[in-house]
């Protein structure tokens, strides 16, 4: 599987980006292709590896290791080495049915888990997947799948995100007549509105959209269940229903001056910014503007970075981002083995932009806020902060303890919070009367997906709460596999 040598011949290559302070003056993707040359040495660094490690797909200490959707990912390798492309592609649709997103948004579990990864840079497989996907639809293999037969089986899907879209295309293409429910203005979920254009280019989404719609799978946007809908009717008109609502419950800092003008949900501005550079090209003026503000962000994971990223295009006046925990070290600590996900400090595309502006990375480190400032008119102001220390108690069990002196004020006319999620949307799930769990998301088992209610089922993370785009892949594929077999007595999809 690739050039059997080629791991000892071959470094890692990153993906060309565009330059970071150029592609602040547009909203385009800003990595930038491979040349074939590069990606036939990057297939060839995969080894032929007794046991692949980077699709076993499994959570280790709370993290999840190698591809939850088992990716054939040493096959397309060597076949990319090659030169062709053609049989990668086919390879790599057996099993993920959207790998033009996973390609792009993907924290790419697999590479931490890849057995290059042990003692040199893993094999590049997000870059290889992107370029396989990329490749498919630019000479035109990618054409619409049209069910030879139907079923006579109507299921609908309520929420158009990738688990959504993942069963959606599953069952469509054993022929049930699959009708998708979003209530946004457009399909895809956070695929759309949940992550900037800069990662992951509308036009993508779209096209994915177009071509599921070709195949025969109806979207109807605008409509929310228990307002424009009622779950009767739906029980009424359809054979099954499955539920992918996400888990989009924004947690809230609980602080004083939390009411100030200016304090923002993180999802609330990415989704504003994107509508209106969708709508009108930012014409409308709907969508909140850090344009010459200090921003700070509250939240040190991906969507915080991405709201850095956006404010940095607005030109914002500074960017600060705060994160709980250490920063992380530049390699793996002796706890954090291999294959387990590495816990290692990186530079996303939204620190190198920020660095490249200012010259210093946005983060923050082990600094928790202490309350927020308004001025007379109830604008925001200042936030005021203090250092925390992370230490662990005689039980092995961490906390974090104040560091006195070590308060600070920042000028700020703009926060955004991005300190995770609590669970799924309850309107819509009291609409089904489904049960919930303590986490706010309903209860149904793996594997199972059913909920209490007869033929309803829920699946990514309305059932597992907030995770990876790759894990509601794997939960659409594997509820429509369940609903098939209801539906027919037996199934043919895996």
Avoid at 73 to 91: C, K, M, Q, S, T
Avoid at 95 to 113: D, I, K, L, M, Y
Avoid at 116 to 130: L, R, S, Y
Avoid at 214 to 234: A, M, P, R
Wanted: overall charge negative.
């Amino acid at each position: 599987m690739g050039k059997a040598t080629g791991f000892l011949e071959f470094k890692r290559e990153e993906a060309a980006e565009r330059d970071p302070l150029k592609r602040l003056n547009d909203w385009k993707e800003y990595s930038a292709p491979f040349s074939e040359e590069k990606l036939s040495r990057q297939g060839a660094r995969c080894m032929d590896c007794g046991t692949p490690f980077c699709h076993i797909g499994t959570e280790i200490n709370g993290f999840t290791s190698g591809c939850p959707i088992h990716n054939l990912i040493p096959e397309w390798n060597d076949l990319v080495y090659r030169g062709r492309w053609r049989e990668a592609l086919d390879r790599l649709m057996k099993t993920n049915n959207f790998p033009e997103f996973t390609g792009r948004v993907c924290p790419a579990p697999c590479e931490g888990s890849c057995n290059v990864a042990i003692n040199d840079p893993a094999v590049t497989i997000k870059n290889i997947e992107k370029a396989i996907i990329d490749k498919g639809f630019e000479n035109g293999w990618i054409t619409p799948r049209i069910p030879e037969k139907r079923t006579g089986k109507k299921v609908a899907i309520v929420g158009s995100g990738p688990a959504g879209l993942a069963a959606a295309d599953q069952l469509n293409q054993v022929g049930h007549s699959v009708t998708v429910y979003e209530r946004a203005d457009r399909p895809g979920g956070l695929l759309t509105y949940g992550i900037p254009n800069m990662k992951l280019d509308k036009g993508i989404v779209e096209r994915r959209i177009n071509l599921m719609t070709q195949e025969g799978i109806t979207f109807v946007t605008n409509t929310e269940v228990g307002k424009d809908i009622t779950s009767e009717q739906l029980r009424d008109q359809y054979d099954s229903i499955i539920l992918c609502v996400g888990a989009q419950k924004q947690r809230d800092l609980v602080i004083e001056g939390r009411e100030a003008k200016g304090v923002h949900f993180a999802m609330d501005y990415l989704t504003d910014v994107t509508k209106s550079y969708l709508n009108t090209n930012f014409e409308d003026g709907n969508f909140i503007n850090a344009k010459g503000k200090d921003v700070i962000v509250i939240g040190g994971g991906d969507t915080g970075a991405d709201c850095v990223a956006t404010a940095l295009r607005q030109e914002c006046n500074s960017v600060v981002q705060f994160g709980k925990h250490p920063k992380l070290p530049m390699s793996r600590k002796k706890e954090n083995m291999w294959p387990e996900s590495p816990h290692v400090f990186t530079m996303e595309y939204a620190y190198e932009e920020a660095e490249a502006k200012f010259g210093d990375d946005p983060r923050q480190y082990c600094i928790q806020t202490t309350k927020l400032v308004s001025d007379e008119n109830g604008n925001l102001k200042e936030l005021h902060t203090i250092n925390m220390e992370k230490l662990k108690d005689e039980n092995g069990l961490y906390y974090f303890k104040e560091i006195p002196g070590s308060e600070k004020v920042w000028p700020a006319q703009l926060v955004f919070i991005a300190i995770g999620f609590e669970g799924a949307d309850q309107p819509v799930l009291k609409q089904f009367n489904v049960d919930t769990t303590a986490r706010n998301v309903v209860a149904a088992k793996y594997g199972d997906f059913r909920t209490n209610i007869e033929g309803v089922y829920a699946a990514g993370d309305a059932r597992r709460g907030q995770s990876l785009i790759v894990w509601a892949i794997n939960e659409g594929r594997e509820v429509a596999r369940e609903v098939d077999r209801a539906l027919m007595g037996s199934t043919v999809l895996v």
